[in-house]
């Protein structure tokens, strides 16, 4: 069973919108939960990522809103630029014993000029 | 600093031939990530080693899969009797206790086609 979920598949927001990929996951023990992006025939790379202990991590136009409670997350995209067109994934992992990450199976996000 | 270097970048194979794909970490990162990529199901974990020794391999198949990290500068993932089903971009990752939480860092993949 997928441990980490998001929606939606794929996004098309216009240019100057606020685009907001959605993720929710199973694991109580995941604590860590970076966001990854991948531009095509890249490999992904760490966007911005959020501990548990906290709600909100702000990193310029990348926001991260975290409900532990409801073990959702989502990520929010201000002012979305056309090279903001990419595949974002959710992941999660423990911080403490195994370091695997484990990936949701991404959001396709095309930025519309 | 390079980053995680990844060989072949592509590579074709014919149904039941062996299939050998290398991976080098960044220089100093102690722990070393493989993944599987494909449409259907994105990105699987297949691996992973920790001062070149094997800590997790729960993703691999493990009839015709095996991996290897023989020194602290590269990885091998070997496929046996490939299938159809293999093909995918097989990704490879690096990352170091000093940074803040587990940051990985991806090659380009290896991106592998089993006809």
């Known amino acids: 069973q997928q441990q980490v979920r998001q929606s939606p598949q794929s996004l098309t927001v216009w240019e100057g919108e606020t685009a907001i990929l959605n993720c929710s996951y199973e694991n109580s023990a995941f604590d860590y939960f970076p966001w990854y992006q991948q531009f095509p025939g890249e490999g992904p790379a760490l966007l911005i990522a959020?501990?548990?202990?906290?709600d909100k991590k702000e990193d310029g136009r990348f926001t991260i809103f975290f409900n532990k409670r409801e073990k959702k997350l989502s990520l929010h995209i201000t002012d979305s630029q056309p090279g903001d067109s990419a595949t974002y994934f959710c992941a999660a992992s423990e911080s403490y014993g195994n370091e695997k990450i484990t990936f949701g199976a991404g959001t396709k996000l095309t930025i519309k000029p | 600093n390079a980053g995680v270097i990844q060989t072949p970048r592509h590579k074709v194979t014919g149904k039941g031939q062996e299939a050998t794909l290398w991976c080098e970490p960044i220089?100093?990162?102690?722990?070393v990530f493989w993944y599987r990529q494909t449409i259907v199901q994105g990105l699987e974990f297949l691996t992973y080693?920790?001062?070149?020794?094997?800590?997790?391999d729960s993703g691999m198949p493990k009839e015709r899969f095996s991996a290897q990290m023989p020194n602290q500068s590269h990885s091998t993932l070997k496929i046996q009797s490939t299938q159809p089903q293999d093909s995918a971009v097989y990704l490879c990752a690096s990352s170091s206790y000093r940074d803040s939480g587990n940051t990985l860092y991806f090659g380009e993949g290896s991106r592998l086609i089993v006809v």
């Open positions: 220089s100093g990162h102690s722990a």
């Open positions: 080693f920790r001062n070149q020794a094997p800590i997790d």
């Open positions: 959020i501990r548990s202990v906290s």
